[in-house]
């Protein structure tokens, strides 16, 4: 059998034959995006199994065989690489990973992407791989806490890499604090973890393409709400442990880009993901694929929710953070960026003041009326809630805090869809009712 023909049975539907992306030298580029992601996810190419199945085979091989010895070289040398359909060992390429990966890039519309084992450590070599020994980075300084850590602490101390921590509204300040020939990425959050500001990507793209230097978004918050590729951001990432996974039982990652980024991290003796190894298990990567069509239904239901809650907590006279509510101070440009027809995402905010009155309310929702429960992550199908500030916020210092925004009393909550929508009202509304009601007599006992 010659190696050209390792795999007869190998079948797809859709997308290019080649692979385009994932490209050995030899390869040509050709790709269509489509501006829905659902619609690109659906064009994208789809693999049988190997006996015909509906869905591909979970290629579990760490290491793979070749006919002739020479193919060996040739593999190494990229004269030979995934899109023909050559791999050498999963920590490089495995067919059902990249599937997944090739699934990811065509819901961001990127040429290319690669899944990880989570989402710091597409993040962290990212950073690694782009900045260098030296390197400077501006951020907004409201991130998920990880993040901002990594930047704040760990980068410095481990490689030099620093970060100026910017309002990412105020664009002028961004461009300001881009140190011409040091600065290398600019990094925000579509939707920040906690506060739920909203980014003007396109607007901070046109900063990074005056600046030269490289956009890069997570997008964790808002999978198929928002596209922040489509609106100029030069690189999309996940923590596809949240919404994509859905299921609050895998942790992953996902780095979605050029095709030129995507290979120079594959690189052999230089790229940040073939020497650092934070590879996806090709098993895991199979359940993600079986979970990215339904997707966009899920996105659309979180988003139809925290709308409804968040309108009528407003009228109860609460105070919710929902970027889809009208006299949210970034709605408009939600509204300007966001893909039509799912909403303006699940991630939705109440201020309690403080952390006493947002624990207290947390345990009325879960151990009251049943709303939710209290766990740190998001995107699952219940309801999850935490107090950001002391929690996956933690590690930024009070003033970090006071900066970006985050209130002690900050309760973020990841609105899920089970149960019917005024089943889970009412649990909402008894626990808030049941708050008020303790203020009063708080109030009352202190007057007395
Ligand atoms: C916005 C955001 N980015 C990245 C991460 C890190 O992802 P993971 O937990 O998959 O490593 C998180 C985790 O909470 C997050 O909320």
């Not at 992407?113 to 980075?137: D, E, K, N």
């Amino acid at each position: 059998m010659a190696d050209t023909a390792k795999n007869p049975k190998k079948r797809c539907n859709g997308g290019v034959a080649e692979d385009d992306a994932y490209k050995s030298k030899s390869s040509k580029m050709t790709k269509q995006a489509a501006a829905d992601p659902a619609q690109a996810l659906a064009s994208a190419r789809h693999e049988f199994g190997e006996h015909g199945g509906v869905n591909m085979s979970i290629e579990a091989s760490a290491t793979f065989t070749v006919m002739e010895a020479d193919t060996m070289r040739k593999m190494f040398s990229g004269e030979l690489g995934p899109d023909r359909d050559f791999f050498v060992y999963s920590r490089h390429f495995n067919p059902t990973v990249l599937n997944l990966a090739r699934q990811m890039a065509a819901i961001e519309g990127t040429e290319a992407a690669y899944c990880t084992a989570s989402g710091m450590s597409a993040i962290s070599s990212l950073l690694l791989q782009v900045c260098g020994a030296g390197g400077h980075i501006v951020a907004s300084r409201c991130l998920y806490g990880g993040t901002h850590a990594l930047m704040a602490h760990f980068l410095p101390r481990a490689c030099g890499i620093t970060t100026t921590f910017v309002d990412a509204g105020d664009l002028e300040g961004v461009r300001e604090a881009i140190r011409d020939g040091q600065t290398k990425m600019l990094y925000v959050e579509t939707m920040s973890n906690p506060t739920l500001a909203v980014a003007d990507i396109p607007g901070l793209s046109r900063v990074a393409k005056e600046k030269g230097v490289m956009l890069v978004v997570d997008n964790t918050f808002t999978p198929m709400v928002v596209s922040p590729a489509r609106l100029g951001a030069d690189v999309v990432v996940h923590s596809v442990s949240k919404f994509i996974s859905g299921g609050a039982d895998i942790i992953a990652g996902a780095i979605c880009g050029p095709a030129s980024l995507v290979n120079s991290m594959m690189d052999l003796q230089h790229g940040a993901l073939m020497l650092l190894g934070p590879t996806m298990n090709a098993k895991v990567a199979f359940e993600l694929s079986e979970r990215l069509p339904h997707l966009s239904l899920r996105m659309k239901e979180h988003s139809a929710r925290a709308l409804a809650y968040a309108t009528r907590m407003k009228k109860m006279g609460v105070k919710v953070i929902y970027p889809g509510l009208e006299d949210h101070p970034n709605h408009a440009i939600l509204s300007s960026i966001a893909n039509p027809g799912y909403g303006f995402g699940g991630m939705m905010c109440v201020d309690m003041g403080t952390e006493e009155r947002a624990n207290r309310l947390m345990h009325h929702l879960q151990n009251t009326t049943q709303f939710g429960l209290m766990a740190v992550s998001l995107g699952y199908y219940e309801t999850l809630m935490s107090c950001s500030g002391s929690s996956t916020s933690s590690e930024l210092s009070a003033r970090e805090k006071e900066l970006a925004g985050i209130s002690p009393g900050l309760v973020r909550m990841s609105v899920g869809y089970s149960g019917t929508v005024e089943q889970r009202w009412s649990q909402l509304e008894k626990a808030l009712l049941r708050m008020q009601d303790e203020l009063v007599l708080n109030n009352n006992n202190n007057n007395s």
